[in-house]
């Protein structure tokens, strides 16, 4: 069975403590953290492509930490 990607449009509101909290944890997530949590090597890379997009948008409005 296969499924076709499509996208989804996700809002959420964090507070300031979450908002950063979250992105440091995006930023120190290893290949290695993905993997312990997947079924298949293909789920990594679709769960490391999610969290991207989330850091990206978390980067958009301030939240990028170094």
Known sequence: M???AK???V???LT???AWAFAQFL???TFDDY???AVSKDEVYVMIAACEAIRK???EVGYAPR
Request: proline share 5%; charged share 45%; with cysteine.
């Open 57 to 59: 948008a978390l980067a």
């Open 7 to 9: 996208p989804v449009r």
């Open 2 to 4: 296969t499924c076709e």
């Open 27 to 29: 930023k120190r997530s």
């Open 16 to 18: 300031d403590e979450q």
């Open 11 to 13: 809002a959420i509101e």
């Open 35 to 37: 993997r312990s949590r």
